[in-house]
């Protein structure tokens, strides 16, 4: 090691900065996307090279609030915080493949969680194979994503979990049109799905509560997490039809430093 302690000190400041930078950007645009560097689930580019891969992915690696977690059921308190309504209706999605997931951009703007008192819609739902949360160390086939944002670009993920079972109805329309590559979707997306968002949801709405980040780079944090406890039920082929195309892209669990982690229920 060549590296002087006035460097270290330099490039200590320098991350320090671009961390806390970090912490408060935005999510990205679809655009943004395009230029980022290309990380993946595995090797080279995988997880846990993810910081190292671009300034703006420090999180990844530096970040003490990062997602996802394990969940324990009896290290939850019953907090004051974090009190939400999901309201999900009929309409129509658009699917992605972005070549880390397949993802369902949401265009109503009727789909809304109201979180703490403030609202965030429903931007899009991705997939995740097998989930990312594992709850009391379960670890299950598939986790579902629903993203909100609020006007000031805030981020509540209501995090969903599938369990093998019975043929999921609320899903089928989107679980049978998948996009295989990025290349399928000659103008960027698939053409309108008419799906009843709200039904995808499990009935039981309690939920794990707590404050996370992306599970993808750049990682960022200040997302508030809304894991729902119950299960939802999809086939074992339509299980397939996701990890056909995805077979894992999954984040490893990241270290809860103490976090809080909420009972919360609607
Ligand atoms: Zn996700």
Redesign the pocket.
Known sequence: MHTSKRHLAGFTAIVVMVASVSVLALPLSSDDWASMPRWSYAGKTGPSYWSAMAPSFVACGHGKAQSPIDLESRDAKSGKAGEFHIDYEKGAVALVNNGH?VQANVSDAKDTVVFDGDTYRLAQF???SPS?HTTDGTRFPL???F?NEDAKKRVV?V?VVVKLGKPNDSLAPVLKSLPASDKETSKGSTPPIAVDVGSILPRDHRAYVYAGS???PPCTEGVHWVVLKEPIQMSNDQIASFTRIFPDNHRPLQKANGREIDNESE
Do not use: D, K
């Open positions: 997931t991705h997939f995740h990312e986790e579902i994503h993203v993920v995090g992306l599970t993808t």
